[in-house]
């Protein structure tokens, strides 16, 4: 087994060396995240070896005990409820276009996260760390800082949301701390490039979908998430998102009561050199009843490089990816995505 020097005494590297060892799991597994508030250090060392196999064989898992008050989550579900409840025009006025920087609605069949289908079958509602218009960076055109956009006579929806925001922040340090530790690094050891984090909020709507369904128009097209980790919160009792394993089969995601999902995302990949792995993942809303998730999507700093960490290459296995910024890593996937607004979008979503 190898042992890697660190800040903090030696680690042991459990499946030997870098190369991931995917498996064709069918369960995804569940990681107790309390030690990272209360534990002694052997505590913490078992909990990022758990981490750490989580991370390389699946790239999913689901926490517990992430100190998240259930008030919290509860509250935003329904504020979401009653958001997506208005009617199209009164969100619309909203609209993620109207910001410059990715805030606000979007609506049905707007976005479309996998390229090659028509469209997802969902809505959603964006925000990210508020950063004033006047701020430096807004100034300079790193698009991805900027004030948020809200409805002006919803308070509760912004209210509960902005607190929902801050409780994610909180839990991504801790959650920081974990994947520093499960990657044989000093626990805070990315704490300085999380200063002015990408820190996006979402909250989505899934319509149900009847009888059979076009597999190029589901509630979300499989895709990766871009950034290092997402945090994803489902309403309890509604089964859709599915994530895809080792051996190309689709593995149910169900929601467990007190659990968030985290998945690893394309810039941990990189960071990791792909020891860690970015799955992919997709959800289609067969339940008869309405959806509603929250993803929490959490990257560095715009200006961080994101580049593999010294602990993920060696010899025989050179760094597979450019250095890039967080920022730019982010941008150029989200032009992907969002490529298809105006026309074109229009003439699918009449013909459906
Ligand atoms: O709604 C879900 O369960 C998944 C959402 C998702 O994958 C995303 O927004 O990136
Ligand atoms: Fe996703």
Redesign the pocket.
């Known amino acids: 087994m190898k042992v890697l020097e660190t800040g903090n005494g030696a680690r042991a590297m459990k499946n030997g060396g870098l190369d991931p060892q995917r498996i064709s799991f069918e369960e995804i597994p569940i990681i107790d995240l309390e030690p990272m508030f209360s534990g002694d250090a052997a505590a913490k060392a078992k909990l990022a070896e758990d981490l750490r196999k989580a991370c390389t064989e699946v790239g999913f898992l689901y926490i517990k005990n992430h100190h998240v008050p259930a008030e919290v989550l509860e509250g935003t579900f329904a504020a979401a409820e009653t958001y997506f409840g208005q009617p199209d025009e009164v969100k619309m006025a909203n609209h993620v276009s109207k910001s410059k920087n990715n805030r606000g609605y979007a609506a049905m069949l707007e976005e479309n996260t996998d390229p090659t289908a028509r469209g997802d079958l969902h809505e959603s509602f964006d925000i990210a760390l508020d950063v004033p218009a006047d701020d430096p960076d807004v100034k300079a055109g790193k698009v991805l800082y900027g004030p948020n956009q809200w409805p002006s006579d919803m308070p509760e929806f912004r209210k509960a949301l902005e607190t929902y925001h801050a409780e994610m922040l909180k839990l991504s340090g801790h959650l920081l701390h974990a994947f520093a530790l499960a990657l044989g690094l000093e626990e805070t050891y990315f704490d300085d490039m999380v200063g002015k984090p990408l820190a996006t909020l979402r909250v989505l709507h899934y319509p149900p979908q009847f009888g059979e369904i076009d597999d190029r128009q589901i509630g979300?097209g499989a895709?990766s998430?871009y950034e290092c980790f997402?945090i994803l919160a489902q309403k309890e009792g509604i089964s859709a998102l599915q994530v895809l394993n080792a051996a190309g089969e689709w593995i149910a995601a169900d929601p467990i009561p007190g659990c968030f999902v985290v998945n690893v995302g394309d810039q941990m990949a990189r960071w990791t050199n792909d020891l860690f792995a970015s799955t992919v993942?997709r959800a289609i809303n067969r339940s008869g009843r309405e959806r509603y998730s929250i993803?929490f999507f959490f990257g560095p700093n715009y200006d961080t490089l994101v580049e593999a960490l010294p602990s993920c290459v060696d010899e025989d296995h050179p760094a597979k990816y450019p250095p890039v910024t967080s920022g730019d890593y982010v941008n150029g996937r989200f032009a992907a995505t969002f490529a298809h607004y105006g026309k074109d979008n229009e003439a699918e979503a009449s013909a459906h």
Do not use: K
């Open positions: 979300i895709h998430d997402t993942h993803p």
